[in-house]
């Protein structure tokens, strides 16, 4: 069960003027590319859009109890209306989202869904698409500017196919282009199979207090030291 987990915090919560850091000159938005999976299925990856609200909510609707809960670490019946307007609207430089798409099988076929327009997006606007993954960073609630939190989620049937490690992937780039040092997350430490593939990506894992029952992940993005939390020694 590829996916990391998040607690959910309310975005507004953390919002604060970030520092200016050295990145990339301005470039166009992503655009969406095809990816063929390890298991011979075909998806679209591409940024998240503002119309893919109605396919996050049916996306959340298809996951399992345990599913849910591994995901937020609560037990939820619904998406909250606001936390799914805020995570579908992007803040360039400071957070991003990518999705995992395919043709919905009453709407648009393959190439028709992905190949008209601008692709991906133009079929979502359509409602051709269904999202069976996600992947997003946000800024730290610990309030660095360098670190951002990340999440990932999959559909039930699309695990253990290499979707996950593409999104990490995807998301790991762009954040560094954002001028993010640190990415980070929490994953239950009973969720063996995304501990697995968070040491593939080479982030280190480390216990948070006081029960051992949630890990904390960090990955090093720049050429630069890992922040100090407070509660390390100096």
């Known amino acids: 069960r590829h996916r990391l987990h998040r607690p959910a915090r309310p975005r507004h919560a953390h919002r604060r003027t970030?520092?200016?850091?050295?990145?990339?000159?301005?470039?166009?938005?992503y655009r969406p590319r095809r990816l063929r999976l390890r298991d011979g299925?075909?998806?679209?990856?591409?940024?998240i859009a503002e119309s893919d609200a109605p396919a996050i909510a049916r996306a959340f609707e298809q996951l399992s109890p345990d599913s849910r809960y591994q995901r937020f670490m609560q037990h939820k019946k619904q998406l909250n209306p606001e936390a799914l307007e805020r995570g579908v609207r992007r803040r360039p430089g400071e957070d991003f989202a990518f999705v995992a798409a395919v043709p919905r099988a009453e709407g648009a076929t393959g190439a028709?869904?992905?190949?008209?327009?601008?692709?991906?997006?133009?079929?979502?606007r359509q409602g051709g698409e269904e999202i069976v993954g996600a992947a997003q960073y946000v800024p730290s609630g610990d309030g660095d500017p360098r670190v951002c939190e990340f999440a990932i989620t999959l559909a039930e049937g699309w695990r253990g196919c290499g979707l996950a490690t593409q999104l990490m992937r995807s998301l790991l780039r762009r954040a560094r282009y954002d001028g993010y040092a640190v990415m980070e997350g929490?994953?239950?430490?009973?969720?063996?199979?995304m501990l697995a593939l968070a040491r593939k990506l080479k982030f280190s894992v480390e216990a948070v207090?006081?029960?051992?029952?949630?890990?904390?992940?960090l990955r090093r993005l720049q050429p630069a030291p890992l922040p100090q939390r407070p509660d390390d020694s100096p």
Do not use: F, I
Request: proline fraction near 14%; aromatic fraction near 0%; glycine fraction near 4%.
């Open 18 to 29: 970030r520092p200016e850091m050295p990145t990339a000159a301005p470039r166009s938005p």
């Open 41 to 47: 299925r075909e998806v679209t990856l591409r940024a």
């Open 112 to 124: 028709e869904a992905v190949e008209r327009a601008e692709g991906a997006e133009e079929a979502a």
């Open 186 to 193: 929490l994953v239950l430490a009973a969720n063996e199979p």
């Open 209 to 217: 207090p006081p029960d051992g029952t949630v890990l904390r992940v």
